[in-house]
């Protein structure tokens, strides 16, 4: 066999391929082979059919195609391998030439990662928010904790902003009530935003035994998006009673004895959640600086797949699960189709050159991921996807992501030499030192970023048929 490389460009190569006839041999006899196991000639038992006879009853044709697919895979896997391609996705293949007992010509076009070089990037300054706890942070904290040990106590009067009331709802649709729009005996607080729009106003001033109609657009169930009359009739008004703000309250609401210990512990945690924040900043600052020093060429064909794949996900599961389409979500969000299409591709070449760059990095600063390492990381993901540990691990053994895990720990940790590197000051003009503690948000930053081309960075065999 011989091959030959054609850089069309540099995303995209085009290899040409020839085959002596003689080393289609095994592919023939296993044709041969196939087919005998198909057919039925009278005169012969199943399997013992002779070549010649094949030949004449089914066509030679039929043999080289069946010869032909078989040895495809095996030869452009040879001409990958001997080029040192790293390719992506799958080859476009073309017989060029079929000629019975001299050759096979053919030509496979197939997408390659781009020949990145990675610039000195210890160079690299950002800013962040400086981290700043106030008083009044403190005490929306404790406030929101003091919130959380309200009581409610039965009052009789009218409902007021701030009052939990217990509600029954009928939904109408064109005069019809839905089947799934009666609720009886709902809790609501009165303010929380957490029901119908226009609910809050309805039944603010209401007693218990009360009732009210409104207009609201439907945010789930089987009219979701249309506009319903809703009667929602009061049976109970209680009043919130929210906790002295005493020694007595911390001692109720934390391990503390006293409020200004739990105070104290509420700086200190809010401390810690800005850190993580200004560490996540500076992450995903460096990040835009290193991608604003390569310049990384993108391929058409995957980068087609990765928009695909973005919008498939976001309509067929999280649109999906909240009980929109793609057309609500958009005028929702305030967009137009045009623009929801610009942005995601936007997102898709970020993802796609973020990880074509951190994978080079790992490369150049010959960076390996250990077993604990991954446990961590696979642990984290369960974490998010809900999944217990053995779940999830299961899960991903199954359907082959171990090598994606692995991927993504280790562009974090790419990411995390450069963040090293890189000068972070915040807006007070302070150096900050982000150590490798926070290696674990950057591992997490970089695989919500990047899609997943390790699946289409596999040498993948072609299906193709030879022309008649």
């Known amino acids: 066999m011989k091959s030959a490389v054609e850089t069309l460009n540099p995303t995209r190569v085009r290899l040409s391929i020839e085959v002596p006839f003689e080393e289609l041999k095994d592919s023939l006899d296993a044709a041969y ?18 070549a010649r006879i094949i030949d004449q009853r089914f066509g030679r044709g039929a043999v080289l195609e069946e ?28 017989i060029t030439e079929l000629k019975d007992g001299e050759t096979l010509n053919f030509t496979a076009e197939v997408d390659v990662r781009p020949t990145i070089e990675i610039p000195d990037y ?10 700043e706890v106030s008083d009044e942070d403190i005490d929306k904290a404790v406030e929101e904790l003091r919130e959380r040990f309200a009581s409610t106590s039965p009052v009789e009067r009218a409902a007021e902003d701030g009052d939990v009331v217990t509600l029954d709802l009928e939904a109408k649709v064109d005069g019809e009530v839905l089947e799934d729009g009666i609720a009886n005996g709902l809790s609501y607080t009165i303010g929380s935003g957490e029901l119908l729009d226009g609910v809050d106003e309805a039944v603010t001033g209401v007693e218990a035994g ?13 009219a979701a998006g249309k506009e319903a009359e809703v009667t929602v009739k009061v049976t109970q008004v209680a009043a919130r009673e929210l906790p002295a703000l005493d ?17 104290a512990d509420s700086r200190k945690r809010l401390e810690n959640m800005k850190q993580y924040d200004q560490a996540t900043q500076a992450q995903e600052r460096v990040l835009e600086k290193l991608l604003e020093l390569v310049e990384v060429p993108v391929p058409e064909k995957l980068l087609e797949e990765e928009v695909n794949t973005r919008k498939h996900n976001l309509e067929h599961h999280q649109l999906g699960q909240m009980g929109l389409d793609l057309e609500k979500y958009l005028e929702i969000q305030g967009k137009t189709a045009e623009e929801f299409d610009t942005e995601t591709k936007e997102a898709a070449v970020k993802g796609i050159k973020t990880q074509f760059v951190l994978d080079e990095l790992v490369n150049k600063e010959k960076l390996n991921v250990n077993q604990e390492e991954l446990t961590e990381h696979l642990m984290r993901r369960a974490a998010s996807s809900g999944m217990s ?13 171990v090598p994606m895990l692995v991927g993504e720990v280790a562009r974090g940790k790419a990411l995390a030499v450069v963040v090293e590197a890189a000068t972070v000051k915040d807006t007070n003009g302070e150096i900050i030192d982000l150590d490798d503690e926070e290696e674990d948000e950057t591992t997490e930053a970089t695989s919500e970023e990047t899609p997943a081309v390790e699946a289409e960075a596999e040498t993948e065999s072609p299906d193709a048929k030879p022309e008649a």
């Open 67 to 94: 010869a032909v697919n078989d040895a495809l895979p095996k030869f452009y896997t040879e001409a990958v391998n001997e080029a040192e391609l790293n390719v992506l996705g799958q080859p476009e293949v073309d």
């Open 33 to 50: 082979k196939k087919i005998n196991q198909q057919v039925t000639v009278k005169g012969f038992r199943k399997g013992k059919i002779p």
């Open 247 to 263: 020694d007595e309250f911390a001692q109720l609401a934390s391990e503390f004895d006293t409020l200004e210990e739990l105070r």
């Open 389 to 401: 540990p053995d779940q999830f691990a299961q899960a991903v053994v199954e359907g082959g992501q």
């Open 122 to 131: 210890s160079g690299i300054e950002v800013e962040v928010d400086a981290i």
């Open 210 to 222: 009360g009732e009210a109609t409104f207009t609201s657009e439907l945010k789930g169930g089987s």
